[in-house]
């Protein structure tokens, strides 16, 4: 791959080149930086033009990244040969994403999973959510959630390997949370192999914030995730109601079909005791991730046999949601003709805890005025 041109950024403080969206554009500082390439993505049904940049590693891993729902549109890995494969789920036109498509490598906010019944309080005031996942709220809602809204971008200099900024400004009551949010993802294709997210976020009042990328993995690149092989880090997880959403109550995941932690489990073995309403039967449930929101840890393991590829899951989350796709139907046809049928992917959707501004005891989700929202999730691709 070739290189593009662009503008280096500096932190306006001079020193913290990991601010996301502190950086500021230096006078004269232009220089090439391989391992970026910007193309047109095509147009929105508005007229609106979308961008498409791919970050090549000096391995040869490439991922794809769009403007429209800073999206991931493609991710491709080597097995243990060094065959490459496209390992996400994905669209090859603007038009079928713009058409809708549940969350395919999309970047999830303000707030991603559910917020019980489009409704939280805050400072007394009670503010009303788009109940787009009747009877709940999930995924930041309707029309301008962020993954249906088109991000700015700009090629970053990072020090671990090539890096685009995307950047989105939230206005107050969109989709009907309060506060002006400036909101960043940085995606940097390291040279270790992995993908790096870093999310960044401030808000001018009290919101409730969530952001996650909502990828569907397939480490065969076809076929179903049924044989991938699964290790979560977490011994329990935030029971669900009959429409997956939490309880209040945490449970232990020993002895049930959620248990990823005292082995590696596949995933398709336990599968059909894990839940769901007919025919949406499989796992969809957020787990309480060790250590907890602390630290920066593996989280989580995907693997397949017969290609050796490992995805790792890294972050600083304290909550993890394992989707088996058990709502895809096969009328979505992706790229390559690919048809999304029940089970093509796995989603690993590194978060806070859903509903969390209903549950006094989960971790704390408000943004205040004056504070920065950062938080950072690594896609490694190794091979077992
Ligand atoms: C999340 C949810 C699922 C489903 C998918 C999108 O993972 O937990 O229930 O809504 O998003 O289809």
């Not at 993995?217 to 991938?228: A, E, S, V």
Request: with cysteine; glycine share 12%.
């Amino acid at each position: 791959m070739g290189a593009a041109r662009a503008t280096v950024y500096h932190a306006s403080d001079g020193n913290d080149w990991y601010n996301g969206i502190e950086l500021v554009c230096e006078e004269g500082m232009e220089e090439d930086m391989a391992g970026v390439i910007k193309s047109s993505f095509g147009k929105l049904k508005s007229g609106v033009a979308v961008d498409l940049y791919t970050l090549t590693n000096k391995n040869g891993l490439v991922a794809k990244i769009m403007t429209f729902g800073a999206t991931l549109t493609e991710l491709h890995a080597p097995d243990k040969d060094g065959k490459m494969a496209n390992i996400c789920l994905g669209f090859d036109s603007v038009e079928k994403y713009e058409k809708g498509h549940p969350y395919m490598g999309s970047t999830v906010g303000r707030y991603c999973n559910r917020i019980g019944k489009g409704r939280f309080t805050l400072g007394g005031k009670t503010y009303k959510l788009a109940t787009n996942n009747p009877p709940n709220h999930l995924h930041g809602g309707g029309p301008k959630a962020w993954d249906k809204v088109n991000w700015k971008a700009q090629i970053v200099a990072r020090p671990d390997g090539p890096a685009v900024q995307f950047t989105y400004f939230s206005k107050d009551g969109e989709e009907g949370y309060p506060g002006n949010v400036n909101a960043s993802v940085i995606y940097t294709l390291t040279e270790a192999n992995t993908v790096k997210m870093e999310y960044a976020a401030t808000t001018d009042k009290p919101c409730p914030i969530n952001l996650t990328n909502h990828a569907y993995f397939n480490l065969k690149g076809k076929g179903t995730i049924l044989d991938h092989e699964l290790y979560i880090a977490a011994k329990s997880y935030t029971e669900g109601d009959e429409d997956l959403l939490p309880t209040g109550k945490i449970l232990p995941v020993v002895d049930t079909p959620y248990d990823f932690f005292a082995q590696p489990a596949i995933v398709g073995d336990r599968l059909l005791a894990a839940g769901g309403k007919e025919p949406n039967i499989g796992y969809d449930l957020n787990y309480v991730l060790l250590p907890g929101a602390k630290g920066y840890a593996t989280v989580a393991r995907l693997s397949e046999a017969t290609t050796g590829r490992l995805l790792e899951i890294r972050t600083d989350q304290p909550g993890l949601q394992f989707y088996t796709g058990n709502f895809l139907d096969g009328t979505l046809t992706g790229k390559g003709g690919w048809k999304y049928v029940q089970y093509s992917g796995i989603c690993l959707e590194t978060q806070h805890f859903p509903d969390s501004p209903n549950h006094k005891n989960f971790p704390n989700t408000i943004l205040m005025p004056g504070q920065t929202y950062r938080t950072r999730t690594e896609y490694a691709l190794l091979v077992k």
